[in-house]
C-alpha cells in the first residue's frame, strides 16, 4: 500500500514540476498546449489508486472479528477448525475438518487489485515517457 501511495506522490510531484518548467503555456487559447503531456496519465493512475484502496480494504477486512464463526456463517456449518490468513494475494481461508474451504475475500478483489497495479505501472511509464518526449521537444524548439 505505500508503494501505490508513493508511486501516487512521484507522478503528481512529476506532473507539477513538468507544469513549472515548461515554457511554453498549458493552456490551449494562450498558444497550445504541449502534446501528449503527463496530465492524463496522472489523472488515470490517481482512477486507479482510487479504486485499488477501497478494493484492498473491502479485502483486509473481510471476516474482521470472530473470523472463525463469520466463516461458519456464511458457509452454513459450524464455527471454521482453523483460518489461514494471507496478505497478497487477499486470502482468509476457513477450513474444516472435512476438508471443505471458503474464503471470506470475495472472490473480485484481487483481480480487481492486479488490474489496478498494472494500470497504475502502465501510467507512471507513460507519464514520465511523455516528460522526457515533451523536454526534447522544448530543447529542439
Known amino acids: 500500500m505505500a508503494l501505490v501511495i508513493a508511486l501516487l506522490v512521484i ?10 518548467r515548461n515554457k511554453r503555456p498549458l493552456n490551449p487559447r494562450e498558444g497550445g ?3 501528449g503531456g503527463p496530465t492524463i496519465w496522472v489523472k488515470v493512475l490517481a482512477l486507479s489508486v482510487a479504486v485499488a484502496v477501497p478494493t484492498f480494504l473491502t479485502g483486509a477486512i473481510a471476516g474482521f472479528t470472530k473470523v ?3 466463516c461458519g456463517l456464511e458457509a452454513g456449518r459450524s464455527r471454521a477448525d482453523s483460518v489461514h490468513t494471507s496478505g497478497f494475494p487477499l486470502s482468509k481461508l476457513c477450513t474444516w475438518d472435512d476438508g471443505m474451504t471458503h474464503d471470506l475475500v470475495p472472490a473480485w478483489v484481487n483481480p480487481v487489485l492486479y488490474l489496478c497495479a498494472a494500470v497504475m505501472v502502465v501510467c507512471v511509464f507513460m507519464a514520465l515517457r511523455a516528460v522526457i518526449k515533451n523536454k526534447k521537444e522544448l530543447v529542439h524548439d
Not at 11 to 20: F, I, N, P, S
Open 11 to 20: 507522478a503528481l510531484l512529476g506532473a507539477r514540476a513538468y507544469r513549472l
Open 33 to 35: 498546449a504541449p502534446r
Open 68 to 70: 472463525g464463526e463469520t
